[in-house]
């Protein structure tokens, strides 16, 4: 991805990029894989590199951006004392080797597959935070045993194929086990870590494929990633401290109309083209 004047624009749209995904990831504990995952595919796609993998180059230098993102958010709402710490560790082993499984999967899988769930998934969290209203608690504590086993495995699974923290995943499994909001969302943010470093570990160790952007590392861009995370270290934080400021449910249902729109027409290029 060498710099020169008519590459201006792309380095615009990358760091416009990293500070949106930087501000839904503190604000919302949705992962900024939603936006980064299409922002990635399109600019590669635009530059030429339309290759077979370039969905996994995607779904990696996104998770790649996650842990640090992920990290200062956490970081973050440490400080305000609202993440479950104890969740996290006992979430940690199930939810990573879902990670594993779905980095796995996801390097045996052609672009259109990866594009058509990555589509799907993302259709179905736009119906869950555009329509799907307040979770009510169900449960007074969280998933023990099997069913933690189960739910970690899947929240790191799923997170991996679309290249995504997880939060949108975790956040109402906690919501619907007495978890509060803030502390869901807080404690979310702490899974994009999880996910992320096994999955990009096994990612960098994917072979390069020739066709891939310059600077790729297995499936990892590391110039995308650089430059995406200039601008997302400094949105992170913010984002984490307007969580406790504004009404996040009225955000999420903007947003979840505005990925509907990008699933769709993932979905469209994938099988028109």
Known sequence: MAFSTNLLPLLGLLLAAGAISGLLAGLLGVGGGMVLVP??????VSLGHEFEGVMQVCLASSLATIIVTSSLSVFTHHRNGTVLWSILQSWALPVGLGAIAGMLTANSLRNDALIVIFAVLALGLS???TFGGAF???EVE??????RLGFGLGTGFLSTLMGIGGGSIATPIMLVHGVSIHKAISTAAGFGFIIAVPAVAGFLLSPTSPEAPIGTIGAVNLPAVLIVLSASILTTPYGAKLTHRIDTKRLKRVFGLF???VALNMMRRAFLG
Do not use: Q, V
């Open 39 to 44: 922002a990635f595919f399109y600019i590669f």
């Open 127 to 129: 119906a869950l935070m």
């Open 136 to 138: 009510k608690p169900k």
């Open 142 to 147: 969280m998933p023990k045993g099997l069913k």
């Open 259 to 261: 990925l509907a729109l």
